[in-house]
């Protein structure tokens, strides 16, 4: 690892930092940059998010996304919250396991998996390309209503033929897990210190989670934004990737209000590594505050 290191690659890919007694490790699984489509954000012209995209850093006419998962050590378990694309995406991605062991975990030492919803870049690393588990002893936690939407063959049938394919990914990662999937309701705490927030919108189901400790509390905002360096500064903008646009941005507002007003540590899953900082409100919308790197 030195000898990479010093010829070249980067540090690996996790962070750590404590919410009460939990240790909380951000996980990087890989950045994608690739020409931003017309239309991305349907309710801005091409300019003007390409205007958001340069304010912020980045190039204007790319659609720059990273990913980032958490695992949580808690009560003796190691808990995986979201688990990238695995062997299945495209270079750049797929780093989330070498980081994973980087920090001192293997897969098989992962007792439970937490998906936040079931789009690819979240669900696609709990299978390897041979059909097996990731994480061998891991039990899948998934959010009800969104097992409820995306399993169902009506919706599945109903839908318009470019949604097809997100149905079919789920029917690929889940279809042989419908015995043993828990599937955790809103407001639940379903693990100890891990409690499901309704952030529906960008999918039917999706669970912002929040994980709570000794009187302190963070949460893992899931894509209530694509990458927030944009989306938090334009709250009202829509991404072609959210499903239910109305929803959607109201979602992102309750909780970015929640965790501006309650002064939450928020870890975003498409913000850029270590993903994890601080929200605050002001006259335009919020601003996305990244937390201070402690090096102990
Ligand atoms: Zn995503």
Request: glycine share 8%.
């Amino acid at each position: 690892m030195v000898d990479r290191i010093a010829a070249g690659a980067q540090a690996p890919g996790f962070y750590r930092f404590k919410v009460g007694e939990i240790e909380v490790i951000a996980l990087h699984e890989g950045v994608l940059v690739r020409d931003r489509p017309t239309g991305f954000v349907p309710n801005a012209t091409h300019e003007e998010v390409g205007e958001a995209y340069a304010a912020a850093g980045m190039a204007r006419d790319k659609l720059t996304i990273t990913f980032n998962a958490l695992a949580v050590r808690t009560a003796g378990r190691v808990v995986l919250i979201d688990t990238g694309l695995g062997e299945f995406g495209p270079p750049g991605t797929g780093q989330l396991l070498g980081n994973l062991a980087a920090a001192g975990i293997q897969p098989g030492e992962v007792s439970a998996v937490v998906i936040s919803h079931f789009h690819a870049d979240h669900i696609l690393g709990v299978n390897r390309k041979d059909g097996q588990p990731t994480f061998p002893n891991a039990e899948i936690f998934v959010p009800a209503k969104e097992w409820d939407f995306w399993m169902d063959d009506a919706q599945m049938d109903a839908a318009p033929e470019a949604a097809k394919e997100n149905f079919g990914l789920c029917r690929q990662v889940f279809g042989k897990l419908a015995e043993t999937v828990r599937r955790y309701a809103w407001d639940e705490e379903f693990l100890p210190g891990l409690t499901s927030v309704r952030a529906n919108g960008h999918t039917p189901g999706m669970s912002a989670i929040r994980i709570t400790s000794a009187g302190e509390t963070m949460m893992f905002v899931a894509d209530i934004t694509n990458n927030p360096l944009v989306f938090v500064r334009h709250p009202e903008w829509q991404a072609m990737f959210d499903m239910d646009p109305v929803e959607t941005i109201a979602t992102r507002k309750r909780i970015l209000d929640m965790a501006a007003a309650e002064k939450l540590r928020v870890s975003f899953y498409h913000a850029p590594f270590p993903a994890t900082g601080y929200i605050v409100k002001n006259s335009s919308g919020y601003e996305f505050l990244p937390a201070l790197w402690h090096a102990d």
